[in-house]
């Protein structure tokens, strides 16, 4: 079936004592031992397994193509999983821009697991190659990547990991899987942030790991998932799988409204650049276009001038609000150096803009609005 369909049916779960066609929330953490052969054991303790988690993991699966998926509190929890499920002395390629949080977790909290890792533009595959070593087990990328929107071709990266024996997993966050599905174009694992386009709507925390097959690395997953027990509530996942009924015709309006923004923007006098990779002098334009079916929401600008310059256009819009994080359906801006840790690469006169969906008239109104307070 379509993305659309999918969307609507997998994992929905009806009660059968009722016939709601909704499933319910089970917020219950306890299940009745089975004392006969009338009901399936899945359920017995909510850390272990939830019906409402479990109808989660059968939808996100189904949506990027995968066998299984695991359900985690936050992209951060979803992410540690993955990293915990590696040996001590093993060692990772990261894309070199990335979520901060990622960043943070490898050096500060990894790397007492003794987990090495190596930063490298992957935009340039042979950079990994490079960076490769016998310890080397796992390549992770981000792309469009935060805050730069740099793109990774991921076919031609999963390419020669798989000649290496080394695993793939793609934070396919900012993408959505709407967008982009790197498990066929040979990812082993996806993450995403469920806190973001997942939700769209800005009041859940969640994160997923989605598996291309049922392999011993998942079941180490799975297991720091009901062992470690950073998972969702029943009502988070619940909400989430009614979230994602509408992702398909959200990331359509994010994808055409930020189109027309960075049009508007490139033709700005204060602005010195746009980083879209919609647009085609974006040097990632032409891969996205091939591994992407369509550009995005996030569109991020250098403003001419000094951060403070940054700072006073992101306090002066009437509709986007200042303030982190993306993928709701109203509109966010910030000096993204705000956002990161200290010794950050970010230049101060960055601004990120989560483009929402509001009318883009009003959206490009309020920026123009917000661009003339530019000293
Ligand atoms: C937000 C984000 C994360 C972290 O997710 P949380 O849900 O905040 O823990 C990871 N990767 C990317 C690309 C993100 O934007």
Redo the contacts with the bound molecule.
């Keep these: 079936m379509k993305f659309e369909t999918r969307s609507i049916h997998a994992g929905e779960r009806e009660d059968p004592g009722t016939g709601s066609v909704i499933s319910p929330v089970y917020p219950s953490t306890i299940f009745r031992h089975e004392d006969d052969e009338s009901r399936s054991a899945e359920f017995v303790y909510t850390r272990a397994a939830n019906p409402n988690r479990s109808n989660l993991e059968t939808l996100v699966a189904s949506l990027e193509n995968g066998k299984n998926a695991a359900a985690f509190s936050?992209?951060?929890?979803?992410?540690a999983a993955v990293f915990q499920s590696l040996e001590p002395g093993d060692h990772v390629i990261v894309s070199d821009d990335?979520?901060h949080?990622?960043r943070v977790l490898l050096n500060d909290i990894m790397k007492r697991w003794k987990l090495d890792t190596s930063y490298v533009d992957t935009t340039d595959p042979d950079n990994i190659i490079k960076a490769a070593n016998t310890k080397t087990r796992l390549v992770w990328i981000?792309t469009p990547?935060?805050p730069m929107l740099h793109i990774t071709d991921i076919k031609k990266v999963c390419e020669l990991a798989r000649e290496q024996y080394w695993m793939v997993c793609v934070?396919n966050?900012?993408a959505s899987p709407v967008l982009q599905n790197p498990l066929n174009l040979g990812a082993d694992l996806v993450?995403h942030?469920?806190?973001?386009y997942l939700s769209g709507h800005s009041d859940i925390?969640?994160?997923v790991v989605i598996t291309k097959e049922e392999s011993e690395f998942f079941a180490r997953i799975r297991s720091i998932q009901v062992g470690g027990g950073a998972v969702p509530s029943s009502f988070d996942c619940w909400l989430l799988q009614r979230s994602i009924k509408t992702l398909q015709y959200r990331m359509r309006g994010h994808c055409e409204n930020a189109g027309r923004i960075a049009e508007f923007l490139k033709g700005h006098p204060v602005i010195e650049d746009v980083f879209y990779p919609g647009l085609p002098s974006h040097p990632g334009h032409d891969i996205a276009k091939k591994q992407m079916n369509g550009f995005g929401g996030m569109v991020s600008f250098m403003v001419k001038g000094s951060g403070d310059d940054a700072m006073r256009i992101t306090s002066s819009a009437d509709l986007i609000a200042n303030a982190t994080?993306?993928g709701g359906v109203e509109s966010l801006w910030e000096q993204r150096v705000r956002s990161e840790p200290e010794g950050t690469q970010v230049s101060p006169r960055l601004i990120r803009l989560s483009v929402g969906l509001e009318h883009p008239d009003d959206l490009i109104a309020d920026i123009d609005k917000a661009l003339s307070r530019h000293s």
Excluded: H
Excluded at 74 to 79: K, P, Q, R
Excluded at 193 to 196: G, L, N, R
């Design positions: 936050s992209g951060m929890a979803a992410t990335l979520y949080g990622t981000e990547t935060n934070d966050t900012w993450m942030s469920a806190t973001k925390l969640a994160g994080s993306l």
